[in-house]
């Protein structure tokens, strides 16, 4: 990942990997003095992990009257990739403020964060140590205006391999369609173990089903969500949804079965069910 100074200076992290052809949250937050001398730490994150280079020329970092995205700069060609959305703030943001604007990026288009999500009042919507050993393939829904107007009425994690959706009841082909929205304040973020997604774990109790999928995955919920929308790519006999407080599902298990109820989103068809999913 570089950083080019209006100077021409170029700066270089190279120990914050990410997926090519895989979207990701990027951050520059360059230093800053009132008198725009002396030297500061560079901070440069993808997704939440952050490093620092020190010895950075403050004058050098913010001078030049014209922010330049994907530019090619004499780098070797332009950023071949889309760019979704920027944000740039004139102002030095603090670290709960970055993770704050972060948390939008990250929930609107799928990614997932290193970091505690963070809302607007400084609340902790998907704490990472509570919820730790379930922090793969993150993703979520929301509603926060005053973050962006924030609006999340579906989603998927953009990871590779099938991923689970989570909606509203108003559940289509993109979330623009979705009629369906959360009330203010509403978070509903989930993670997963980051093992294989397919049945292949021995389970017993749950009608008509023998096996279940290694991964398992762990929600959080803010403000009460209510009954949502669950869906699984179709092609699964006897999909059924199981909900529980013992991560084994030894013991305390609900079922709900998805077979029953298909829905195409985007071209795919799905098997769902409409539950309620509690912390």
């Known amino acids: 990942h570089t950083y080019r100074f209006s100077k021409g200076i170029d700066m270089y992290a190279n120990t914050l990997p990410n997926t090519i052809g895989q979207t990701s949250v990027y951050m520059f937050k360059p230093p800053y003095s009132d008198t725009h001398s002396g030297l500061g730490a560079l901070q440069m994150g993808v997704d939440g992990r952050d490093t620092a280079i020190t010895g950075v020329s403050a004058a050098g970092s913010v001078a030049g009257p014209h922010l330049k995205v994907g530019y090619d700069g004499g780098l070797g060609g332009g950023f071949p990739g889309d760019i979704q959305e920027v944000v740039w703030f004139k102002d030095t943001l603090k670290q709960d403020d970055i993770n704050k604007v972060e948390t939008y990026l990250s929930l609107k288009f799928g990614t997932t964060l290193k970091h505690n999500y963070i809302n607007a009042a400084n609340d902790v919507v998907f704490d990472t140590a509570v919820n730790a050993g379930y922090t793969s393939n993150i993703a979520g829904i929301a509603h926060e205006a005053t973050n962006g107007g924030l609006d999340q009425r579906q989603s998927a994690s953009v990871d590779a391999g099938n991923q689970v959706i989570i909606s509203t009841t108003g559940l289509a082909n993109t979330n623009a369609e979705n009629a369906t929205g959360l009330t203010e304040g509403q978070f509903l973020i989930w993670g997963d173990n980051g093992l294989a997604k397919a049945p292949s774990v021995a389970i017993s109790g749950v009608t008509g089903v023998n096996y279940r999928f290694s991964a398992v995955w762990k929600v959080q919920n803010t403000s009460s969500v209510g ?14 949804l199981v909900q529980s407080s013992d991560p084994t599902f030894a013991t305390g298990n609900t079922e709900t079965n998805m077979t029953a109820n298909t829905i195409t989103v985007d071209g795919v068809n799905y098997n769902y069910a409409d539950v309620t999913l509690a912390n």
């Open 227 to 240: 009954t949502v929308r669950v869906a699984w790519p179709a092609g699964l006999s006897n999909l059924t």
